[in-house]
């Protein structure tokens, strides 16, 4: 494997780690989330203003 192979591998990892996380929660707003969203205009990504606080909720699964 040559560096670019492995740099998309362990990037494939850690995404896959994230949705595995993700996967388990509901993101909800906070009454701090601003509403609507104002945008950086001199970001190259999309990035908030102010920043983008969020509730993560567990989900919560019953048995069958």
């Known amino acids: 494997m040559d560096p670019t192979?492995?740099?998309r591998f362990g990037m494939l990892g850690a995404k896959l780690g994230?949705?595995?996380?993700?996967?388990?929660?509901?993101?909800?707003?906070t009454p701090d989330t601003p509403v609507p969203l104002?945008?950086?205009?001199?970001?190259f990504t999309l990035q908030s203003k102010v920043g983008l606080p969020m509730k993560f909720k567990e989900i919560i699964q019953k048995p069958a």
């Open 18 to 29: 994230l949705v595995h996380i993700i996967s388990q929660f509901i993101l909800e707003r």
């Open 5 to 7: 192979d492995r740099e």
């Open 38 to 43: 104002e945008f950086e205009p001199k970001c």
